[in-house]
């Protein structure tokens, strides 16, 4: 194959591979991002169970203040029992007591109610923080890992750049302007010729043309449809082709 289509193809190899090298270095915020907002869902859980664990806390003290506020009452009542009169008065003092000490008693069991729920709650709270670490930690280790790939496609990057600058300085400029053109367009800037056809695009050869492209200057001649630079394959790729059918 002639040297200018051997450098074109090598050039074309290593812009694909630098596109492909673009697209994965700039979709690391993107996966950072995916990558925390898993983080945020844990966070979250943790938020919600201490929201649940501070409003059963003020329930319970909310609670505990009834109760002094009944145990006043009782205390009262009691004080003043030296100072009623009649048996319907001291009656009326004995149920209100014998009522305050009902309520008391409702409460305190629904306290103990309450501290088996806190204990739940807490329990929550925990498994909550140590999924939440957990999910951190598993974070921090795929966004390393992430980081050192994106290092590695960064220095093939800068590797392949100074190749590509080695191989372009080899190459007619007015070639390289041609390819880089249809390259730019259609991601390809070569095309292998097929019998007497375009490989890429199938489009037919006229004969007259086949023969000023294998008389001519190689890179000079280009698809008339789809304007890729055409070459004629290697002999040793055409045998092999021809023998394996
Ligand atoms: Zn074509």
Redesign the pocket.
Same mark, same amino acid.
């Given at each position: 194959m002639h040297s200018t289509i051997e450098l074109l193809l090598q050039v074309q190899t290593l812009e694909q591979r630098l596109k492909e090298l673009d697209g994965e270095i700039t979709a690391l915020p993107r996966r950072i991002a995916a990558l925390e907002s898993r983080l945020a869902t844990h966070q979250q859980a943790l938020e919600r169970s201490r929201a649940a664990f501070v409003s059963h806390q003020a329930e319970r003290k909310q609670i505990d203040r009834q109760i002094e506020t009944l145990r006043a009452r009782i205390e009262k009542s009691r004080s003043h029992s030296s100072e009623v009169k009649t048996n319907q008065e001291f009656k009326a003092l004995k149920d209100e007591i014998a009522f305050a000490e009902g309520e008391i008693s409702k409460q305190e069991e629904r306290l103990l109610q309450m501290m088996t729920e806190g204990e739940a709650l807490e329990a929550t709270i925990a498994e909550a923080e140590a999924a939440l670490a957990n999910a951190r930690k598993d974070l921090d280790s795929e966004r390393k890992q992430l980081e050192s790939q994106v290092e590695g496609w960064k220095q093939e990057k800068h590797r392949l750049l100074e190749q590509r600058k080695d191989l372009r300085q080899q190459i007619d400029e007015m070639i390289l302007r041609r390819f880089d053109r249809v390259f730019r367009l259609r991601g390809q800037g070569l095309?292998v010729i097929e019998g007497d056809v &375009?490989g =890429? &695009? $199938?489009?037919r050869l006229r004969p007259q043309y086949l023969q000023d492209i294998s008389n001519g200057q190689a890179g000079s001649f280009i &698809?008339e =449809? &789809? =304007? $890729?630079i055409?070459y004629f394959p290697e002999p040793d790729a055409v045998a092999a082709d021809s023998s394996g059918k």
């Open positions: 095309a &375009c =890429s &695009c $199938r489009v &698809c =449809s &789809c =304007s $890729r055409l």
